[in-house]
């Protein structure tokens, strides 16, 4: 069904922040905001963010074998499909509790700490909000930031993360304070960071617009991301273009169609990859190689 925004607008002020935070967040940040170019470089900027952390990004490059560089576009949209699933189906249901287990067994492969995943949680709760304030104007109404957080934070209880905390400033506060202690270049932060420029540039822009993806993506980055992964200093005619497009697009929300069954998981899983299982989605541990007793 479609219907205009401003019908789904209606419909999340009506809704009680704490008590349908499950719902608003999907009407949020799927249905009304879920423009795939717009999602696209929201996802690139947050998983900047985690290689700008040196060991972070030793974890995903693993000198150049990670999927991230061997098959960045399906490494990004498998990302948002693990959210994209907790978004159509709730962190506390049948399907969305499968899907954490799927996530926190690939997660038990690498030596994480919980500052790096409760890291994770301040870029899913709180980037979408900061970065497009930063280029002028935020789509985000007050009820949905306060839903966002708490859906947000309820994804990372059932992940068994610790010491969350008690809400969106002090989180903001936390973010702020791992970035100076934690942010340094490295040569996998920019390797990485290099493939999800030109991976962004495939998937999201038109031809004409791939040769600027780099100076979109330091446009919408906060400008400290910019100098640890080196990216070109946008020029002013790119920055004020992708503010006119944002402006644009937040001006448009009301009247927009939008379609109420809008999904992630078909829009960047399904249409892309085709149907896949659980254990299909996100990373493959290799398979170890076996040896005959005896043999040369």
Avoid: C
Avoid at 39 to 57: I, N
Avoid at 98 to 112: D, S, T, V
Avoid at 207 to 230: C, D, F, K, N
């Amino acid at each position: 069904m479609v219907t205009p925004g401003i019908a789904v607008s209606r419909r999340i002020a009506r809704l009680d922040p704490a008590e349908d935070a499950d719902e608003i967040a999907r009407l949020s940040l799927v249905v009304l905001h879920g423009n795939a170019a717009l999602t696209s470089a929201l996802f690139t900027v947050a998983f900047m963010k985690q290689v700008a952390v040196p060991t972070m990004a030793r974890i995903l490059h693993r000198r150049g074998t990670g999927d991230i560089m061997r098959e960045t576009a399906l490494r990004n949209d498998d990302t948002i499909v693990f959210f994209g699933q907790l978004l159509d189906h709730g962190p506390d249901s049948a399907v969305g509790s499968a899907w954490i287990e799927r996530l926190n067994a690939i997660h038990a492969h690498f030596p994480l700490r919980n500052s790096d995943s409760l890291y994770t949680l301040a870029t899913l709760a709180l980037d979408p909000h900061a970065i497009t304030a930063s280029l002028g104007r935020s789509p985000f109404t007050p009820t949905e930031l306060e839903a966002q957080w708490l859906f947000w934070r309820r994804v990372a209880q059932r992940q068994q993360i610790t010491d969350i905390p008690a809400g969106r400033a002090e989180l903001a506060a936390w973010s702020a304070a791992y970035e100076r202690a934690e942010y340094a270049p490295s040569p996998e932060g920019r390797a990485v960071t290099g493939a999800l420029v030109d991976a962004f540039a495939v998937q999201a822009l038109p031809r004409v617009l791939r040769p600027l993806a780099g100076e979109i993506i330091a446009t919408v980055s906060p400008p400290v991301l910019r100098e640890v992964h080196g990216l070109p200093e946008p020029r002013r005619r790119v920055r004020l273009a992708v503010r006119a497009a944002v402006g644009a697009y937040v001006a448009a929300t009301p009247l927009r169609p939008v379609r109420l069954d809008r999904s992630f998981v078909e829009e960047f899983g399904v249409r892309r990859h085709g149907h896949r299982r659980i254990d299909e989605v996100g990373y493959q541990r290799p398979a170890r190689r076996h040896t005959d007793v005896g043999s040369s």
